[in-house]
């Protein structure tokens, strides 16, 4: 390395400490280096043992992310006490050498409770595999009790996940709903800087009004009606994961995102009326006041994530068959929808799938190439793009740093990717991806 590349670099590396302090997406547990197969047998042993408090101890040292601090934990006198964060939701615990008794307030309330509420909570108890909805006099609570002789840690874990996740996709949808009730237990969210409130509102305002510019657009082309409507379904959908990775909100809008994706893939409605609904609930969302949006924007602590991984065989046949359809329509002369089928696919992907953190980091790179503006305006130092034009010095030094952390030099070539354009550097580097992914 040259004197001249090691100043470069050496710069790079100040900057990207700033740069990497915004995190995108969502928490993902599978997969991360903190976990300790070690303390996951030792807990599996000791179990086996009956010796149920240190079998506990151990699963949750294993759950516990030292960076994060998400769980906290108190052993004494044959007595297991702990802590952990999920979302905007706290869950505690106290188990003894007989008995398990763990919980989550979910909201707080004053007066009574809607029957139709209390119906649902009723409903939704028959649907849970561990937890159950009960009430006390001023909460609604989740919890799960048993026997430790009946609960061995894997079942403690299913239990507590099932528990940790349901707790914290509720409170801010009850809250919104009833005005009597409260958020209770979140002391331990952390509000995000007005700046990056300001830009992030900024930003889901213009991609949803491209978006539905876009659609309204190729609506009007009657001679492509069989072939928009899919487009219109790219460029919808492109949206509700760009603004659930680059964005990542929490609360309300985080479940209105999930509830257009449901809808879009288990509707029995065609693809036309599907996106007549999406294009709906674009106009209503921009209908939201800065204050509303802003309640739905801050950063969280969780434990566990709400997807699974897969095989890469699966990943390879996901991208390969999108990759292919953005291939058709720069070959077809439409290129400038390229890009929003190359975020859709990695959006989809950050969506529904609890990638490897090597992935994952990897997509970061093309969010950057996609959206270099958004992420300057965040506050981000180093440009990925300058007057049109990639800087493939410090992509290329990023990728690099990836490969490097991860041990995938060889594994992802760099000498095949194009960084002639945008589109071309997509292109290369989705190729070399699945090549990535195949070898492996």
């Known amino acids: 390395m040259g004197i001249i590349t090691r100043f470069f670099s050496s710069i790079l590396s100040r900057r990207e400490k700033i740069d990497l302090t915004i995190e995108l997406g969502k928490y993902i547990e599978q997969g991360l280096s903190h976990f300790d197969k070690e303390k996951w047998n030792k807990s599996l042993e000791l179990y086996v043992q009956h010796d149920y408090i240190e079998s506990y101890f151990s699963l949750l040292q ?50 009574s409770i809607p029957s139709e509420l209390l119906e649902v909570l009723l409903q939704e108890n028959y649907k849970f595999r561990y937890a159950k909805f009960t009430l006390t006099n001023e909460t609604i609570r989740l919890v799960f009790t048993g026997p430790v002789s009946l609960v061995p840690p894997t079942v403690l874990y299913e239990a507590l996940k099932e528990l940790s996740i349901t707790a914290d996709s509720y409170d801010d949808v009850l809250i919104e709903k009833y005005n009597n009730f409260k958020p209770i237990n979140t002391q331990h969210i952390i509000q995000l800087s007005d700046k990056e409130v300001e830009t992030k509102i900024k930003y889901f305002r213009l991609w949803l009004k491209n978006a539905l510019s876009l659609t309204e657009k190729l609506g009007r082309d009657k001679r492509q009606k069989d072939i928009n409507k ?36 288990t509707s029995d409605l065609d693809v036309i009326n599907k996106n007549e609904y999406l294009v709906g609930a674009f106009s209503e969302l921009l209908s939201w006041t800065n204050s ?93 793009i300058t007057r049109g034009k990639l800087n493939s010095f410090v992509i290329e030094y ?35 991806f699945i090549n990535m992914l195949s070898n492996e």
């Open 62 to 111: 294993f759950l516990r992310d030292p960076k994060l601090e998400n769980i906290t934990t108190d052993k004494n006198n044959h007595i297991l006490e702990f802590e952990l964060y999920q979302g905007s939701k706290k869950i505690l615990g106290r188990i003894t050498d007989h008995d398990i008794d763990i919980y989550s307030d979910i909201v707080g309330y004053e007066d």
């Open 398 to 432: 990023r990728l690099n740093k990836v490969l490097d952390k991860y041990k995938l030099r060889g594994k992802f070539k760099t000498s095949k990717l194009d960084y002639s354009s945008p589109l071309q550097f997509s292109q290369s580097f989705l190729g070399e």
């Open 230 to 265: 899919g487009t219109i379904g790219y460029v919808l959908l492109a949206t509700v994961y760009k603004i659930y990775y680059l964005l990542a909100p929490e609360g309300v809008l985080l479940d209105h995102l999930r509830r257009l994706d449901t809808f879009y893939w």
């Open 292 to 384: 509303v949006i802003s309640r739905s924007l801050y950063k969280v602590i969780s434990t566990f994530s709400t997807v699974q991984s897969v095989r890469n065989h699966r990943l390879i046949d996901f991208i390969s068959t999108e990759f292919e359809a953005a291939r058709q329509y720069i070959i077809q002369g439409y290129s400038e929808f390229y890009n929003i089928i190359v975020e859709y696919i990695i959006g989809y992907l950050n969506f529904h799938v609890a990638l490897k953190p090597e992935y994952k980091e990897l997509f970061d790179i093309l969010w950057r190439v996609n959206n270099d503006n958004f992420f300057l305006d965040l506050g981000f130092s180093v440009r990925y």
